[in-house]
């Protein structure tokens, strides 16, 4: 699990490097975690989403099951 300012430095970064983000969720009952990626013209929207739904450890405000495990800059 990460925490949500080192969440946001990777979005930072990849808004700098105009490249996307990968975001890995772990979800309840599924044996591995999601994948979600985010493009890079989406990040402004998706930063401030983040921000609202998530907690400082990163777990989902309306389930705290569902929680982010990693995000990285991604090429896609």
């Known amino acids: 699990?990460?925490?949500k300012k080192h969440f946001m430095f990777?979005?930072?970064n990849a808004l700098v490097l105009e490249k996307g983000v990968m975001v890995?969720?772990?979800?309840p009952d599924?044996?591995?975690p999601e994948i979600i990626y985010n493009p890079?013209?989406?990040l402004y929207s998706k930063i401030q989403y983040?921000?609202?739904a998530y907690?400082?450890?990163?777990k989902l405000?309306?389930?705290?099951?569902?929680f982010i495990i990693d995000a990285d800059v991604s090429g896609i």
């Open 50 to 52: 983040y921000d609202k």
């Open 40 to 42: 890079h013209g989406n």
């Open 24 to 27: 890995y969720v772990s979800v």
């Open 61 to 66: 405000k309306a389930n705290e099951d569902i």
């Open 55 to 58: 907690d400082d450890e990163m």
């Open 30 to 32: 599924l044996p591995l």
């Open 10 to 12: 990777v979005m930072d």
């Open 1 to 3: 699990m990460m925490n």
